[in-house]
């Protein structure tokens, strides 16, 4: 995890005149230790498996400060759970595409699209503030060869 994460955050943390705890620092550890999108509940069991004693409220508080800060982002990937991505540091304009056959969520950035967006909103008499964009689309291999890794992962109830 980048060290400057950790930093933002105690920063923050600082400012609102509360102090640093090992627990929080367990979760934002957690949260940042890969790229992958996860909800309240998947935060907890990740911290878990560095601190057992982590409990579930902290989890649930930490990440309202890591998004009150901007480090984390909640999504919305059409789901009726709340879905944060740790990746909006890296890649403050990636855009998501789901696939509305086996729910697979992929990642994605291209300029022509940020820049069209800005136009768009410019025209509008806007600026925008986050370019961030939701496709949802059809599993072509699910079309083509009748079955897709993703979706058999996903009746087999296997999350990552
Ligand atoms: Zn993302
Ligand atoms: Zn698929």
Redesign the pocket.
Known sequence: MDPEILSRLNNYIQKKGMRRTAQREVIVEAAFASDDHFTSEELWNKAKKIDPKTSRATVYRTISLMVECGLLKEIDLGRDERVYDPNFIDAPDHNHLI?V??S?VIEFQDENAATLIDCMTRRLGFRPSSKSMRIEAC????RSEGF????IEMRLGKKD
Not at 139 to 142: A, E, I, Q, S
Not at 148 to 151: K, N
């Open positions: 696939c056959d086996c697979k599993c072509d291999k699910l897709c890794e993703s979706l």
